[in-house]
C-alpha cells in the first residue's frame, strides 16, 4: 500500500517534469508579430515586425519563397545587449549581395525591406535557431502590386508628346502657309513690276 503510493508520487514527478521539460523546449523560442499577411505596391516599403524571445542569443535568418524559388535573405545574431531593444547592428550580419542596399535587419529579428518589385512577391520565413539547435519557423505573406499611378503617368506622358507633336504640326503648318502667302505675293509684285518694266518702252 505504502509502496503503492511511493510509486505513484515517482510517476506523478516525472509526469511533471516530463511536461515541464517539454513547455521548456516548446516554449523557449516565441516570436510575436503584429502582421503576418501584408500587401504593398511596387517602389514601397515593408516591415516584417517581429519581436523573438529566446534563450540565449538566438541566430536569425530570413528566406525567400515563391514557387520553385527559395533564396537566403540574410542572416544576422543581435548583440545580447540589443536583444528586446531597437537597433540594428549585432554581432554578426550576412545579408545576400541582392539585397545588400534594400535590407535593414533589427535586433529583435524584424526585416526591413525598401523599393519594393513585382518579384519581392511571395512568403518569407524567419528561422530563429538557439544556442542549444532548437529552431523556430515564422512564415510571412506579400504581397506586391503594380502601380496604377505608373501607368496613368505613362499616359499622360503620351498625352503630352502627342499634344506637343500635334501642336508642332499646327505651327509649321500655319509657318507654311505664311511662307506661301508671302512667296506668292512677291511672285505677284515682281510680276506686276515685270509688266510695269514691260510696259514702259510702249
Ligand atoms: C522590433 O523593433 C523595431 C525597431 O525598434 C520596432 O519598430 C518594432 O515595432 C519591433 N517589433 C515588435 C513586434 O516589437
Ligand atoms: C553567408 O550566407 C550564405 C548563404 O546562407 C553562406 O553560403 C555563406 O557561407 C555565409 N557567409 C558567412 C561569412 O557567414
Known sequence: MCN???????????????????IHIAGAISVASPQRSMTRSV?????????????????LQWTFMSGAVSRSIGSWQPDSSDIGGGGGGGSFSNITADYVDRVETYANGSLGLARLRLADAGFYVLTVTEDSGSSKDSGFVLKVNEVIYEDLQYLSVSALVLFCLAGLLMLSMWLLNRAYKNIKACRRRREQNGNETELQPL
Open 4 to 22: 503503492l503510493r511511493l510509486l505513484e508520487l515517482q510517476d506523478i514527478w516525472l509526469v511533471l517534469c516530463i511536461t515541464l521539460y517539454v
Open 43 to 59: 517602389q514601397e516599403d515593408v516591415f516584417f515586425s517581429v519581436r523573438v524571445t529566446c534563450q540565449g542569443v538566438p541566430t
